[in-house]
């Protein structure tokens, strides 16, 4: 590890994390020895943390938004589409394994998603929920390249965020699969179908639940998925938690970014407990995801 940003010796930092404190040290040296105190678990001011919660507020486009617009997809698609990252914060968040993660969580649900679609496919039409959906990217993606000219699945995406829906129209327009899809603005735990779903997306939703909480949510919404219909559930995993602690030190304190770490029997567990036949369980490549897949049996 450089010494030259006078980092404690026994606290390890990856690249992405040396180049923010490198360029804090520049900029801002109160910021970046409150980094070091705080992750350390060492006490710091209040001046020193109203100081660096300032520089933060001012100086990352990301932690602005996700302060300003708590629970939206800005701080999603940011890391699904890249940034021009003119902060060091915000270049730190787009090279951390934490922020990649979610975008080859992404990937990762839209290599798995039309494999599930084709189970359905097989019996007749196919309908998708999206649920808490911001635009709603992944689905629009999958139908867009598999699904362009097929008349036989719908979508509807549904999220309290109206602005992250009119995002969504625009780009299932843009990529032509506008006709495929309808986009509901509200609470999906409110949400009375006309017609239950065959396969049902809750994608970074149980993240910041706990597992009691998590088992109240999928029980909600089987009144929404037809019988033998397909759940598809993200949450973040303990991998995340402990190979980029610092990631999550910082989004934690900054932006409130509060996460319930779980893993595979955890997932399990609020699968079935919620009344689900659980049947696997993928992730994306960095492992700091996982998407466990059920099926309702009643």
């Not at 940011?78 to 951390?96: A, H, N, R, W």
């Amino acid at each position: 590890m450089k010494q030259n940003i006078n980092l404690p010796k026994q606290i390890e930092f990856d690249e992405a994390a040396l180049q923010l404190l490198k360029a804090l040290e520049k900029e801002n040296k109160t910021v970046k020895d409150f980094l070091i105190r705080g992750y350390k678990g060492l006490p710091t001011s209040l001046e020193m943390e109203e100081e660096s919660y300032n520089y933060f507020i001012k100086h990352s486009v990301i932690i602005t938004s996700m302060t300003t617009f708590p629970g939206s997809s800005v701080f999603t698609e940011f890391l699904y589409e890249g940034l021009s990252p003119s902060f060091p914060i915000d270049k730190y968040v787009l090279q951390s394994k934490a922020g990649k993660a979610v975008k080859a969580r992404l990937i990762a649900i839209e290599r798995e998603l039309p494999k599930i679609i084709e189970e359905y496919r097989s019996k007749g039409d196919v309908l998708i929920g999206n649920l808490g959906s911001g635009p709603g990217r992944d689905v629009i993606d999958v139908l867009s390249t598999h699904y362009q000219n097929i008349s036989n699945i719908k979508a509807i995406h549904i999220d309290k965020d109206v602005v992250a829906l009119k995002r969504g129209k625009r780009i299932a327009k843009i990529k032509r699969v506008d006709h495929l899809i309808e986009f509901v603005q509200g609470s999906f735990l409110k949400y009375n179908p006309t017609k239950k779903f065959d396969i049902i997306l809750l994608i970074g939703v149980l993240c910041p639940l706990e597992i009691e909480t998590c088992i109240i949510v999928l029980r909600a919404i089987k009144k929404l998925l037809k019988r033998e219909g397909c759940l598809i559930v993200s949450n973040a995993t303990k991998k995340m938690q402990k190979e980029d602690p610092f990631t999550y030190f910082i989004m934690r304190w900054a932006a409130n970014w509060e996460l319930v770490f779980k893993d595979d029997e955890e997932i399990k567990q609020i699968f079935e407990k919620a009344g689900y036949l659980w049947r696997k369980g993928f992730r994306d490549s960095y492992g700091f995801h996982l998407m466990g897949v059920g099926t309702s049996i009643s």
